[in-house]
């Protein structure tokens, strides 16, 4: 039997406002556990909750960004459940009426498939809950409430995404957008944003739904890939085999590669949601709505656009230069520098630069070599200061934090040669110490023009302009 996957994401993006969404707690990452939770965090009876503004405001921001409605009411609601590091008992979110309702994303297909839009149904604001800790502690577990009443939205999607990939697509898409839009660090690793991915799979052609399982908190794109795709052979090998699947949250175990239940999936009716009787509904207005949308910045798809017309760059490469706003920024600074080069520098910054990155775990903002150290090496490349191999090997040094491309050109005595002369000369040596070569050459072998240029770059180092070194031997070796 052929079956169809079918996936919706919820994800979790903290808001990157200084306070806590109802109180005035800091919202700063890496202190000390239970030193930023407040009476109003912990629920203590005869607090009362205030609405944080500007996490309002970010919504708005998101809901305008992916054209969804903004309600002009929406109301704050009590989740009820039980978790060691909820401590009131019920986490305040939304769920009837939420703050951003029906929007859509465009993802980018791979291998030139182009493009889906994948419904957005709601993202909603809420509170972040408390965290069980479990490492460093023997034999027990311990509760640091420092994230109680931290602002999240919670971005849900329709059912929209038929492959891991396609998932993996959306959520960068989404992670793309908050940090255009700053409402969100997106820093996976300290759990400002991650999602959980709900699967199930169903024969082709069937209309209906299948059973899901939730696969919660996962904070990698690479997981959740792995994860889904783990979770949609263990459904389809157990329905196969005459089994059903269970609606149930799962735990994705990255180590051995697999999901474990958790618990059984609670419906709404089990949250018990109702209106929170310390909260008045939220009303949006329309000047506030205006506002926000004046301060939009241009986005990822507009950039993406606006750099294939104005650079004349393929869709592929404007779609990987801005896919965060920090390169797309980086980028713009080198290209208008050297100007007329925009294939050129974006060469350098998807290619050397993205590549150290990549190698040394660095983020943009870490880089060694910032965009006016990179565009003074690509005018020492075009002005034939240097090649394009012994360009290279400059970067390398000016990663390594040996200075600017002028420095180390000088230093290391890189200077590239460009003495017709001198080539010459070079030339006639090499020819006259390989004379086998250069019979078997213009007998018809043209596959050793290599063997010449290579003997020319060895003997000047890699020094000499191979434009020139081409254009010589090109000459003497027909003459």
Request: proline share 4%; hydrophobic share 40%.
């Amino acid at each position: 039997m052929q079956w169809e996957t079918v996936i919706g994401l919820e994800i979790h993006a903290q808001l990157l406002t200084k306070s806590k969404i109802f109180s005035g707690a800091s919202t700063a990452f890496g202190a000390e556990p239970n030193t930023q939770a407040c009476l109003v965090d912990l629920g203590y009876p005869g607090v009362l909750p205030v609405l944080n503004r500007e996490a309002v405001r970010m919504a708005v921001k998101f809901g305008l960004a992916i054209g969804a409605s903004i309600a002009p009411r929406s109301v704050f609601a009590r989740k009820n459940y039980f978790y060691p590091d909820l401590p009131k008992g019920y986490q305040i979110s939304q769920y009837e009426l939420p703050v951003v309702s029906k929007g859509s994303v465009e993802i980018e297909l791979q291998d030139g498939a182009g493009s889906r839009r994948i419904g957005v149904t709601r993202a909603h604001l809420e509170e972040d809950a408390g965290k069980s800790l479990h490492e460093d502690i023997e034999g027990v577990s311990g509760i640091d409430l420092n994230r109680a009443g931290t602002p999240l939205l919670e971005i849900v999607s329709e059912p929209d995404m038929r492959s891991a990939r396609e998932a993996v697509a959306y959520m960068k898409k989404i992670h793309s957008l908050v940090r255009y839009l700053e409402i969100c660090d997106g820093n996976m690793q300290e759990g400002s944003f991650r999602c959980d991915a709900n699967v199930s799979v169903r024969p082709k052609g069937e209309q209906k739904f299948g059973t899901r399982a939730e696969l919660k908190n996962i904070n990698s794109f690479h997981f959740v890939e792995k994860a889904i795709i783990y979770e949609v052979q263990r459904q389809i090998a157990l329905i196969e085999s005459g089994g059903q699947v269970a609606q149930e949250t799962r735990l994705y175990d990255s180590k051995r590669n697999e999901t474990r239940p958790l618990r059984s999936k609670e419906e709404a009716n089990d949250y018990r949601y109702f209106p929170d009787p310390d909260l008045l509904p939220l009303d949006i207005s329309e000047p506030l709505i205006n506002e926000v949308r004046r301060s939009l910045p241009e986005l990822p798809d507009e950039k993406k656009q606006r750099f294939m017309q104005q650079y004349e760059l393929s869709a592929y490469d404007a779609s990987l230069l801005t896919s965060s706003r920090e390169l797309a920024d980086y980028y713009e600074s080198v290209v208008r520098t050297i100007r007329g080069e925009a294939k050129l520098c974006a060469n350098w910054v998807m290619g050397e630069l993205s590549a150290a990155l990549n190698q040394d775990g660095k983020d943009l903002n870490q880089s060694p070599v910032t965009a006016m150290m990179l565009a003074g090496l690509l005018k020492r490349m075009l002005d034939n200061t240097v090649s394009g191999k012994l360009a290279k090997e400059v970067f390398l040094a000016m990663w390594a934090g040996e200075g600017d491309a002028d420095a180390i050109i000088a230093k290391r005595g890189l200077r590239q040669i460009t003495d017709t002369a001198a080539i010459e000369k070079i030339i006639d040596e090499i020819l006259a110490a390989n004379p086998r070569q250069l019979s078997d050459y213009r007998a018809g072998k043209d596959k050793l023009f290599g063997f010449f240029v290579g003997q020319a770059m060895k003997a000047t180092q890699g020094k000499a302009n191979p434009q020139q070194v081409n254009e010589l031997l090109k000459r003497k070796l027909t003459g």
